[in-house]
């Protein structure tokens, strides 16, 4: 069992314990665990402290779970637009953020099950987890752009669909050898050129959707 001894932090510290019980959620969240297993007494053992002291900084098991989710929607929005500056051509670009969002689910499978909806807890809504998602679909609409799509906020939602699909098939399918280019194979046939005409909106989701659990 995995145990840290921390040193007491100094008065107006309170902020760095709430970063380590938030750090230490994450690891036994990426080591295996799940919101079961995220009990406030193994996040506490792991992070070197008594169990009451989480609670002036998390009410409870489901408000840390919907830190961790915020936390690494906020790191995979940053990996994205990273993504998308290093590059100006507008194609290169988006397919350059589809390969980096297919790799941040690769690389934390558990924390990528935890943002769409892999876990149910009272008090924490969809609307919750909302401006996080929608930020992610900002970005894919932003990288989709005027120049290759009439409509890129509808063209996002599909966007992040495919590639959404694809990162769960991944995870099932490790054997499967998929194609090194999947990601432009995926983003490829939203990114035609605007043909100038008039194309009416389509009125689709208006929020993120939620993977079920498979039964």
Same mark, same amino acid.
């Given at each position: 069992?995995?145990?840290?001894?921390r040193t007491r932090n100094?008065?107006?510290?309170?902020?760095?314990?709430r970063q380590q019980?938030?750090?230490?959620?994450?690891?036994l969240?990426?080591?295996?665990g799940?919101?079961?297993?995220?009990?406030?007494?193994?996040?506490?053992?792991?992070?070197?402290?008594?169990a009451?002291?989480?609670y002036?900084?998390? %009410?409870?098991?489901? /408000? *840390?779970? !919907?830190?961790?989710?915020?936390?690494?929607? @906020?790191?995979l929005?940053?990996? $994205?637009?990273?993504?998308?500056?290093?590059?100006?051509e507008?194609?290169?670009?988006l397919?350059?953020?589809?390969?980096?969002?297919?790799s941040?689910a690769?690389?934390?499978?558990?924390?990528?099950?935890?943002?769409?909806?892999?876990?149910?807890?009272?008090?924490?809504a969809?609307?919750?987890?909302?401006?996080?998602?929608?930020?992610?679909i900002?970005?894919?609409a932003?990288?989709l752009?005027?120049?290759?799509?009439?409509? %890129?906020?509808?063209? /996002? *939602?599909? !966007?992040?669909?495919?590639?959404?699909?694809? @990162?769960?098939?991944?995870?099932? $399918?490790?054997?499967?050898?998929w194609?090194?280019?999947?990601?432009?194979?995926?983003?490829?046939?939203?990114?035609?050129?605007?043909?100038?005409?008039?194309h009416?909106?389509?009125?689709?989701?208006?929020?993120?959707?939620?993977?079920?659990?498979?039964?």
């Amino acid at each position: 069992m995995h145990t840290t001894h921390r040193t007491r932090n100094r008065r107006g510290e309170g902020s760095l314990l709430r970063q380590q019980i938030l750090a230490a959620a994450t690891e036994l969240l990426d080591a295996g665990g799940d919101e079961r297993t995220l009990t406030l007494r193994a996040v506490a053992r792991r992070a070197g402290i008594a169990a009451p002291s989480i609670y002036p900084h998390f %009410p409870g098991q489901a /408000a *840390i779970m !919907l830190a961790i989710v915020r936390q690494s929607f @906020a790191e995979l929005a940053c990996r $994205l637009r990273a993504a998308a500056a290093g590059t100006d051509e507008p194609r290169q670009q988006l397919y350059a953020v589809c390969r980096t969002y297919l790799s941040y689910a690769r690389e934390h499978p558990r924390r990528y099950r935890a943002m769409f909806g892999d876990f149910r807890h009272d008090g924490i809504a969809p609307e919750d987890l909302y401006p996080s998602g929608a930020d992610m679909i900002r970005i894919l609409a932003d990288s989709l752009g005027a120049r290759t799509s009439p409509d %890129p906020t509808d063209d /996002a *939602i599909a !966007l992040w669909l495919g590639l959404h699909g694809l @990162a769960h098939q991944r995870a099932v $399918l490790t054997w499967y050898a998929w194609p090194a280019d999947i990601a432009q194979r995926v983003a490829g046939p939203l990114t035609r050129p605007v043909d100038g005409r008039h194309h009416p909106p389509v009125h689709g989701r208006t929020s993120i959707p939620v993977r079920r659990k498979q039964p």
